[in-house]
Structures are given as structure tokens and as C-alpha cells.
């Protein structure tokens, strides 16, 4: 087909860039806590939570700080959470720690106007965010003369 273009000094610079920011963001450390949503296609309360909350869930606070991530009931054993009971009815909302532990669960979905509330209850369990460091003093060398 086509032959092959030979690398040039910028692309090697950039394609050496591209693999160190790829080191880097998989060096960060996993997000503080997540929501996890046990939910069924054939549930219609899923269905409702997903047309009435889904949408705006992850631009709120609560979700910028649990981020969702959906898992199928049948699949719980899989979703690498450590749960206190099986979840038997969905959608059941898992809000698990950086360590993967059940901090505190909402079963079922009584509405949007109750849902932030009993999330904001579970949200106070988890730790609060560490102080930010203090950043560091710039020092410059100088050249010897």
C-alpha cells in the first residue's frame, strides 16, 4: 500500500510527550469515591432516574465528587465493590470509598426531589478531602561568573 513515513525529530519529540503525559495520568490515584448504580434495561424506576437525574448527575457537585458508573444487578459479584448485602432490587445506588468498600447505599428511587437528599446523607460519611499542599518556593540557580 503506502510506504511507511520516516519519523522526523518533531514527531519523535511528540510521540515521546504523548507517552509521558500517558505514564503520568495513569500514575493518578483513582477517584475519592464513585456512585455505583445497579440497575435492570427492563426497570422502570432505572428508566426514570436515567431520564429525570441521569442527565445532570455528573454536573452537579455530588457528581463531580462520586462520579456514576452503571452496573447490571446480575453482574454485582463483578463490579470490584466490596458490598455489606447483595443488592436485591433496583436500582440500588452504591457509594463506595477508594478502596472499593460499600460506604452507604440508596434502594430504589423515590423521586428527584428525594434522591440528592438521602445521597448527600451517605456523601457525609465518606473523608474529608485532604488540605491542598503548600506549593513550593521557586529557586533559581546561578551561573557561576
Do not use: H
Not at 79 to 107: C, H, M, W, Y
Amino acid at each position: 500500500m503506502f510506504p511507511l513515513a520516516r519519523e522526523t525529530a518533531p514527531m519523535m519529540k511528540l510521540r515521546a510527550c504523548l507517552l509521558t503525559l500517558l505514564f503520568a495520568l495513569a500514575a493518578l490515584p483513582a477517584a475519592a469515591a464513585e456512585l455505583v448504580m445497579f440497575d435492570d434495561p427492563g426497570c422502570v424506576y432505572c428508566r426514570r432516574w436515567l431520564a429525570e437525574v441521569g442527565p445532570g448527575y455528573p454536573k452537579t457537585e455530588e457528581g463531580q465528587r462520586a462520579p456514576l458508573r452503571r452496573v447490571f444487578v446480575r453482574n454485582q459479584g463483578q463490579a470490584g465493590v466490596q458490598l455489606k448485602s447483595p443488592v436485591n432490587a433496583t436500582p440500588t445506588f452504591v457509594l463506595a470509598d477508594d478502596e472499593g468498600r460499600e460506604v452507604g447505599r440508596i434502594t430504589g428511587y423515590p423521586g428527584a426531589d428525594y434522591f440528592y437528599p438521602m445521597l448527600g446523607e451517605i456523601l457525609r460519611k465518606l473523608p474529608d478531602k485532604a488540605p491542598p499542599k503548600q506549593r513550593l518556593r521557586e529557586t533559581r540557580l546561578q551561573r557561576p561568573q
